[in-house]
Each structure stands twice: as structure tokens, then as C-alpha cells.
Nanobody, 124 residues
Framework: QVQLVESGGATVQPGGSLKLSCVTS????????MGWFRQAPGKEREGVAC???????VYADSVRGRFIISRENARSTISLQMSSLRPEDTAIYYC??????????????????RGQGTQVTVSS
């Protein structure tokens, strides 16, 4: 059974940092492009970052330079290191596996497998 389980969400102050983790199971993570998405209340789900099987990364303009996506295949883990957090980063963050579409897509619809999400709140 394919599973993606996110953790690490919390409430942090603006300017703070947080690291999200996603543990995958039920498939060989090494072969798949993986991504992080987020959805704020009343908004569409948006792509944050993705990482290819060989480590190539792509970031949304809104997070480039502040967030870093990484993968550790030996531990079946995808991580998202977030820094210089802003109130507008507040959302539920999801880890996902790309199932179709073009390589390095940040379209949520191209990622057909995702976890339950973890809440990130940036507030003073």
C-alpha cells in the first residue's frame, strides 16, 4: 500500500524556520519525482517545490531562496527546509508523488499520490 506521511508542522513566528519531513512506503522512492504542495484556507492547492529522481530541484517563485527540498532515498524520506517564514506561508503542506504530466511540474493535478498533510502556521 502506497503511503506518504508528513510531519514537522508547527506554529512559528515570522522570520522563523521549520523542517518538514515525509516518509514514504509501498513503493521505491528512488525512481519517482516528488513534490511539496500547500493549501491555504479558501485558496487552490499550489506547488511549492519538486525534486527529480537524480536530485534536480524546481521551486515556486514565492519560496525560491527560502525553502530547500531534499531527498534521502535510503530512509525513504523527502524533506522541506523552510526559513525566513512569512505569514503568507501559512497552509497545510502536503508531500506528493508525480504520477503524470511533464517532468518537474509544479501542477498539483500532476501528483496523483499525496499524504494527509501537516499544518504550518506563521504568526506572531
Amino acid at each position: 500500500q502506497v503511503q506518504l506521511v508528513e510531519s514537522g508542522g508547527a506554529t512559528v513566528q515570522p522570520g522563523g524556520s521549520l523542517k518538514l519531513s515525509c516518509v514514504t512506503s509501498g513503493f521505491t522512492q528512488d525512481y519517482y519525482e516528488m513534490g511539496w504542495f500547500r493549501q491555504a484556507p479558501g485558496k487552490e492547492r499550489e506547488g511549492v517545490a519538486c525534486i527529480g529522481a537524480h536530485g534536480t530541484t524546481v521551486y515556486a517563485d514565492s519560496v525560491r531562496g527560502r525553502f530547500i527540498i531534499s531527498r534521502e532515498n535510503a530512509r525513504s524520506t523527502i524533506s522541506l527546509q523552510m526559513s525566513s517564514l512569512r505569514p503568507e506561508d501559512t497552509a497545510i503542506y502536503y508531500c506528493a508523488r508525480r504520477t503524470h504530466g511533464y517532468p518537474f511540474s509544479l501542477k498539483a493535478d500532476d501528483y496523483g499520490v499525496r499524504g494527509q498533510g501537516t499544518q504550518v502556521t506563521v504568526s506572531s
